[in-house]
């Protein structure tokens, strides 16, 4: 299971935009890009996406730009998945939709997939924006985490 890359860049993106909130200022998807290294089409496209999934909020005109739409902490990695791919569905067999499945009607592993799926799709409901936008400490485990303690007078 791979996420795709637009919700890697919005994931990448959102976090930008956690790192910036409570600033007065709105940010906009030419910021973004060029603090994150995300293309600005690709950018351009993942805040209007973005903005119509209720995580950003956006304003035209002079001093326009965009904000997070909930504190950091409110917002979920499962939010800003679901804003880009849809609902988290690990097989068709969860979206409830008719599909083509040659199995269908004897599979035994059916019942359980939303069982499956909902894990999922919590763990990924139990990682916050705020979390992913805070900077990691070094581990202690890096061959860099003694250079980096020296360094900060550790």
């Not at 939303?114 to 990691?136: F, K, M, Q």
Request: aromatic share 2%; net charge neutral; hydrophobic share 45%.
């Amino acid at each position: 299971m791979r996420l795709s890359s637009l919700a890697d860049y919005a994931v990448v993106l959102m976090a930008a935009a956690a790192r910036h909130c409570g600033g007065v200022a709105r940010l906009n998807a030419t910021v973004l890009a060029e603090e994150t290294g995300v293309p600005l089409p690709t950018a351009q496209k993942l805040v209007s996406r973005l903005a119509a999934a209720g995580l950003l909020e956006s304003a035209r005109g002079t001093g326009g730009g965009f904000r997070l739409a909930r504190p950091p902490s409110a917002i979920s990695l499962a939010d800003i998945v679901e804003a880009v791919e849809g609902p988290i569905a690990l097989t068709a067999c969860i979206e409830g939709a008719t599909h083509d499945c040659t199995i269908d009607a004897r599979c035994s592993v059916k019942p359980h997939w939303r069982l499956v799926n909902d894990a999922i799709r919590d763990a990924l409901a139990g990682v916050s924006l705020a979390r992913l936008s805070s900077v990691p400490a070094p581990s202690s485990d890096s061959p860099r985490a003694p250079a980096l303690a020296a360094a900060a007078g550790n």
